[in-house]
């Protein structure tokens, strides 16, 4: 996970105000009974010809191994998880200033996640954060365009964003 100041430091650029960002920072860490809430790892095996293998441990402990060419870790999504825990705050409809807050917390969570796996080389900015994209996509269930607002701010700066990132690893 980044700072909180990393995370409020973007989301003030991308147009929220500071109170919100530091709100919704919060929530999403702390005060839905979970932390990073709507982003959890599910269950890391291996698949052996059928036969399916627990790898012992955390998974973010084997992120960006491969072993067969099969990736061990899988990060699971639960959109629905996310939208409840804001809706305790904001009612519904969640505004726009908080899914921007929210989704691009997990954005940046997880281009720290692949930047200290080493599943792609941190010069390669814009391939880290569509992959993130790819792995975020569920999210999109919320509000797809809110969802793509943050992935084109976050793409038109990658080099900046992986840079500031880079410096907390």
């Known amino acids: 996970m980044v700072s909180h100041t990393l995370h409020v430091k973007w989301c003030i650029r991308l147009g929220v105000l500071e109170k919100v960002c530091r709100e919704v920072n919060i929530i999403i860490d702390r005060k839905c009974g979970k932390h990073d809430v709507g982003r959890r790892e599910g269950l890391v095996y291996i698949d052996a010809g059928g036969i399916k293998i627990p790898v012992i441990g955390r998974g973010r402990r084997y992120a960006g191994m491969k072993i067969g060419g099969l990736s061990i870790r899988k990060t699971y999504l639960d959109a629905e998880e996310l939208a409840e825990c804001l809706r305790k705050f904001y009612g519904e409809p969640i505004p726009d200033c908080v899914l921007k807050s929210a989704f691009l917390h ?10 200290k796996t080493g599943v792609i080389e941190a010069g390669e900015a814009e ?3 569509s992959e993130v994209a790819s792995r975020l996509e569920g999210f999109k269930n919320l509000k797809a365009s809110i969802f793509e607002e943050v992935y084109r701010f976050l793409q038109k ?4 964003v992986i840079d500031d990132v880079l410096k907390e690893v």
Do not use: P, Q
Request: aromatic residues 6%; negative net charge; hydrophobic residues 45%.
């Open 127 to 129: 391939k880290i954060v």
């Open 157 to 160: 700066h990658a080099r900046e």
């Open 106 to 115: 997990h954005f940046l969570d997880e281009i720290k996640d692949i930047i």
